[in-house]
């Protein structure tokens, strides 16, 4: 444990037996089987707070580990990452996923990831800047001033667009074809809260509307993306995107033969999956945010228009909008998308004492530890500042705030995300003024789901900038 990076000391308790660390003896949402509905994130904040930094609890006949502490999550993501497969969610989410790099193993995950990283290197990102502005720019051309525009619809068809022409440089043209892929990924991502199930196997089968609605938004993407690979694979050639990287790839192991479709397809529906909602919650979130704060809005307002007077930005205004860096950061610390990271344990270990069994689940809750008081003081106000060069705490762990996740799992997406996020807040902020609705709540009700999504929406009024 890396107890150097931090002068907040682990708070490890005893347990009710040498055997387990404390924790509550019964969580009647996770008894019911609603991990992922009602309210989680309450549950998992409760816990670290009655509990301390290492809780323990069973679902079912399975051992739960609730990682609450930066030292206890650095060590879990990095130091002891061989010890662990990915969470038993994504071993279960193959049903539908396939093999694609989020819920593939080792020695396959490795070799896609290494495969795939080249379309997300700096210098590729910053040919995305282009795409990213001119899109972020376009996406408010049908806004009419002084109505209310459900911000969330709209930033899910923009991280759309931006993560399919980017990445696999296709146009979805009208606004129709966006809100069909949209829902269909919407109702597909309905798969991975039931994937958790115990039986989920058997749900899977029963001709449930849910289920129904599962297989048909995924047939839909199946069929976007088989059609993507058809067409490339008629017209072969290098489009400098991922889709030609995983196409003109030669074999996983270099020796036998290019990647099967099958693999392409997994990888493809992945990304697309992985980059598109994630991206747009926090977005969605950072703009609710800026409508509840004027003085914050009018600051990054005032960069925004500094930097980019009246053109479309790219990748080169980036680094010129640290405003702008530091709201998307501060919605992802207060509304983290990726909310839970989990892990599964393969070989038994030790921590702070406490034997790890073998198929535990260890969970570091990004929800939790990015609202601790010990690391973050006022932790419910937000506060960019605390993102800024001069605003920075340099007695804070590394892992108080990790977003992205860390180690050979961190977010592939990353650089892109943070460029998005900049690129897009800083072009509605610059053009448009937002405003709550009349009788809005203070807090954005959330919806802690397989990610943090915005529980209603996020309706707000927008008006032109003159
Ligand atoms: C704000 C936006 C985003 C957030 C907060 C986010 C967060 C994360 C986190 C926490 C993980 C690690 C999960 C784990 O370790 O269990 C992850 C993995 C991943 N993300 Fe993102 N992500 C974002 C955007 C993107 C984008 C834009 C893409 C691609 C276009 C992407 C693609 C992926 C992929 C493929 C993985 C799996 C990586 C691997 O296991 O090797 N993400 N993301």
Known sequence: MNTATTTVPVDIRPGKSNAYPPGPPFLPRLLSGRLFTGTPTTNMTAAAREFGDLVHFKVFDRHIYQFNHPDLVEDLLIKDAAKHSRGIVMQRAKVVLGEGLLTSEEPLHMRQRRLMQPAFLRQRIAAYGEVIGQNAADISTNWRSGTVIDLHTEMLELALRIVGKCLFDLDVQSREE????????????????????????????????????????????????????????????????????????????????????????????????????????????????????????????????????????????????????????????????????????????????????????????????????????????????????????????????????????????????????????????????????????TNIPINPAISLRPKNGVPLQVHRRP
């Open 178 to 441: 966006v809100l069909k892929i949209s829902a269909a990924v919407d109702a597909f991502m309905g798969f991975l809260p039931l994937a958790l199930l115990p039986f989920s196997t058997l749900i899977q089968r029963l001709p449930l509307p849910a289920m129904r609605r599962i297989h048909s938004g995924k047939a839909q993407l199946d069929s976007l993306i088989y059609s993507m690979i058809r067409e490339r694979r008629a017209a072969p050639g290098d489009r400098g995107d991922l889709l030609s990287m995983l196409l003109n790839a030669t074999d996983t192991e270099g020796n036998s033969g290019s990647m099967t479709d099958q693999q392409v397809h997994d990888e493809c529906l992945t990304i697309m999956l992985a980059g598109h909602e994630t991206t747009a919650n926090a977005l969605s979130f950072a703009l609710g945010l800026i409508a509840q704060h004027p003085d914050i809005q009018q600051r990054l307002h005032l960069e925004a228009a500094a930097v980019l007077g009246s053109r479309t930005p790219t990748a080169d205004d980036y680094p010129r909008l640290p405003y702008a860096h530091a709201v998307f950061a501060e919605a992802m610390r207060l509304y983290p998308p990726v909310w839970v990271t989990a892990r599964t344990c393969e070989v038994p270990y030790q921590v702070a004492g406490f034997d790890i069994p073998k198929g535990a689940v260890l969970l570091a809750p990004q929800f939790v530890i990015h609202r601790d008081p010990r690391f973050w003081p006022d932790p419910l106000r937000f506060d960019p500042q605390r993102f800024t060069p001069e605003g920075k705490d340099p007695a804070r762990p590394r892992f108080a705030y990790y977003p992205f996740a860390a180690g050979s799992r961190q977010c592939i997406g990353e650089g892109l995300a943070w460029m998005e996020g900049a690129l897009s807040l800083a072009t509605i902020a610059r053009d448009w003024l937002l405003t709550p609705t009349p009788n809005a709540p």
